[in-house]
């Protein structure tokens, strides 16, 4: 997992081509007038998904994991926590949906992280993560994640 400002992107972009052309996407798009939805960058190796919605208590929310794809979390305005484990050997509570390409686990053992306006996660396939917490109260928040494919 990483967390860092988005002024600080850039240093990413070599991990791989893929994750190159993600920073790319972020950087040099206008996400003022963008609206909820599913953006094309490169097929299903690259696509964003634009999210608008309020944050929840933490008991609303679930820990998820994927295979297939890289998260790229974008926070475009708003503030929200996410909880943060690593898989090892924690057994999904809904087994891996290879259509949706996610696995649902028990928040047991985790850290908190904010992300909030002008910073990114990046979170990898042994990354289990739980986006939606609200900070100190529920609020609107506008996110890109773009998802990138090993």
């Known amino acids: 997992m990483v967390l860092d400002k988005i002024k600080n992107i850039g240093q990413y972009s070599l991990l791989s081509e893929r994750i190159g052309q993600a920073i ?46 890289i998260d790229l979390q974008y926070m475009y305005y708003g503030c929200e926590m996410i909880a943060c484990s690593i898989l090892t ?17 028990n928040p047991i053992d985790y850290s908190m992280i904010k992300l909030e306006n002008g910073t990114f996660a990046l979170f990898f396939p042994d990354d289990i993560h739980m986006p939606g917490i609200m900070h100190k109260e529920p609020e609107n928040i506008k996110k890109i994640v773009v998802k990138i494919l090993i």
């Open 89 to 105: 050997d924690q057994k999904p509570v809904k087994s891996y949906d290879a259509e949706g390409d996610y696995a649902l686990y």
């Open 24 to 69: 790319g996407y972020i950087c040099n798009t206008d996400f003022s007038d963008l609206k909820v939805g599913k953006y094309d960058i490169d097929g299903e190796k690259l696509f964003a998904l634009v999210n608008e919605y309020k944050t929840k208590d933490i008991c609303e929310c679930e820990m998820e994991a994927h295979e297939k794809y």
